[in-house]
């Protein structure tokens, strides 16, 4: 039996990693440590452990020595924490993780951390370019990093994966692209400042794909930036998606410096939880023009530009953004056919099968 532990298992990207771990095989047994409790729990494969990474691991979270450890476990959302709160679970956690890794034999670990490392990237930013982080989640990755390398280097034979991964989205996310792409629908959204500045994003099936791609290899140690290739102005992304949702709502830009008081009179009325915070704003406002340069020069195939993602998004899961399922789709047409006297047998059964089935 292959296993794999997973820190911060129950989030996003730790969710989607572990059914396609089970899916491809690479792993019969997937463990998922986690403060939160997992959807997965109780599916064949998975395991499940309440586990504070801010504390020392027990040893014996499964029975035998998982052959990898991915660590995800990070306080990351901006604005939703304290300044000292990323700091506090971020590099316990990074330590605890390496000691635990060091406790029970296991030789290798891959690490998410954050294209935040970076800070503000008003051009073509590598795996090479200077580190600069200006938020307390940056500051905090940055060490995390270090921590992990240290471990890396302190024994023989060891592997160590570090991506640091632009904002990623898809599938049951509503997280800063949906969030952006329902403000386009509704009219809502406005350029802040320029539009032609570069965002960088990252589709989770590709980064899924990155994944596997590099435990396929043999390389001891990596430090990668995952964000779909070309990185665009976010005018493109913008028209992108207007596109491809059929949305003709009006994106004008508006000076950051009306766009900051705006959001903050709607943070002071309507409270934090709202899609227009001053924190938003600036971070809507900052240029992330990253370069996957180390999976472009590994010959990884990137599957996905911002157009195929949101189309295969748009295919898998129409819910997100308010569409019809295809089960929904089917079963109007059905309905029409009944109506107008068409045989029932026009409908192929399998076109009332949910796509998420």
């Known amino acids: ?186 009219g809502y959204f406005a350029y802040p400042g320029s539009q032609s500045l570069y965002k960088s994003y990252g589709y989770i099936e590709g980064l899924c794909d990155s994944v596997e791609f590099l435990l396929d290899r043999e390389d001891q140690y990596v430090v990668y930036n995952y964000v779909e290739t070309p990185t665009q102005p976010l005018k493109e992304l913008v028209r992108t998606i207007k596109d491809v949702l059929g949305c003709r709502a009006l994106v004008l830009p508006i000076p950051l410096g009306i766009l900051l008081p705006v959001s903050k009179l709607v943070q002071k009325t309507f409270g934090a939880r709202n899609p227009i915070h001053p924190v938003r704003v600036r971070k809507a406002a900052t240029s992330t023009h990253i370069v996957p340069k180390t999976l472009m020069d590994m010959g990884f195939p990137f599957q996905y530009d911002f157009r195929r993602s949101l189309e295969h998004w748009r295919n898998v899961a129409p819910e997100d953004f308010g569409l019809p399922t295809r089960t929904t789709r089917s079963r109007r047409k059905l309905r029409l056919e009944r109506k107008s006297g068409v045989a029932e047998s026009v409908v192929k059964p399998e076109e009332l099968e949910s796509v998420d089935d």
């Open 1 to 186: 039996m292959s296993c794999c532990v997973i820190f911060g298992g129950a989030g996003y990207i730790g969710t989607n990693l572990a059914r396609r771990f089970l899916e491809t095989g690479r792993f019969t047994h997937v463990h998922i440590a986690d403060i939160r409790q997992t959807s997965l729990d109780g599916r064949p494969g998975i395991t499940y452990s309440n586990t504070d990474v801010r504390r020392p691991i027990p040893a014996g979270l499964v029975p035998d020595t998982p052959s990898w450890i991915f660590n995800l476990a990070a306080i990351h959302r901006e604005p939703g924490h304290e300044p000292f709160e990323y700091y506090e679970t971020n590099l316990p956690g990074a330590r605890n993780v390496c000691a635990y890794a060091e406790t029970i034999g296991c030789d290798n670990i891959y690490f998410t951390s954050s294209i935040s490392v970076y800070g503000p990237t008003h051009g073509p930013t590598e795996e090479t370019s200077p580190t600069h982080p200006v938020t307390a989640y940056g500051g905090s990755k940055w060490p995390a990093e270090m921590l992990h390398e240290a471990w890396w280097r302190s024994g023989k034979g060891r592997r160590l994966l570090i991506s640091r991964p632009g904002v990623i989205y898809g599938p049951g996310d509503p997280g800063n692209i949906l969030r952006m792409i329902k403000a386009i629908r509704k």
